[in-house]
């Protein structure tokens, strides 16, 4: 259970990317007082947590209905958390986010960007949409191990809460190369968990 645990928090840190919004909550909540901007993170986190836990279990029977079998989820899910994790290393990601940015900028209003883009895809992204469906539906037959995962998902969240609340102090105190640094190790772990979805569906694909 608890190896169940570290291993969804570690995959649903890196997928959300916490470190990484940072900069790009800053530049969204730039005009908004301190009080506002915990709401905006607040709301943000808790419409995120809904949407993965809907698509964590609507998604698998989505799957069922279409004739996708979780063997072959897990080796398309552990493609692109490869692809993220190349992102991650090369700031591709960080390119695309910016460009998210500037569009939101134009017609800031606080009560959209909570939705759009800060919840959606900033922090459920496509990648972490995808993990949580992965790891849900690798315990479908045992729901007590879904547990852990449902709880590493709300341990990974409250620490994107936390870092957002505290996103003016991190970026002052902290360099820029740390966050940078500490970005890519996490990137390099997801690149490992990313092949070990892929060889794990392949051999049960091909019953290896």
Request: aromatic letters at 12%.
């Amino acid at each position: 259970m608890t190896a169940v645990f570290i291993n969804s928090f570690i995959l649903f840190f890196v997928t959300i990317d916490t470190i990484g919004n940072i900069p790009f909550f800053l530049s969204l909540t730039e005009d908004a007082k301190i009080k506002q901007r915990n709401q905006i993170a607040l709301r943000s986190v808790v419409i995120a947590f809904f949407i993965m836990i809907t698509f964590a279990y609507a998604g698998r029977y989505l799957l069922e209905v279409i004739d996708v079998s979780l063997d072959s989820l897990k080796i398309a899910g552990g493609i692109i958390l490869m692809f993220l994790a190349i992102d991650i290393l090369f700031e591709k990601r960080k390119k695309r986010r910016e460009k998210r940015v500037e569009d939101a900028l134009d017609e800031k209003s606080f009560e959209e960007i909570i939705v759009f883009p800060i919840a959606i895809p900033f922090i459920a992204g496509p990648s972490a949409l995808t993990t949580v469906i992965l790891l849900i539906g690798n315990y479908s037959t045992n729901t007590e191990f879904q547990i852990p995962v449902i709880l590493a998902l709300v341990a990974a969240l409250v620490v994107s809460l936390i870092l957002m609340i505290g996103a003016n102090f991190i970026v002052k105190f902290i360099p820029k190369q740390i966050l940078h640094a500490t970005a890519r190790v996490m990137a390099f772990i997801l690149a490992a968990l990313a092949t070990q979805f892929i060889i794990d569906g392949i051999k049960a694909s091909f019953n290896i």
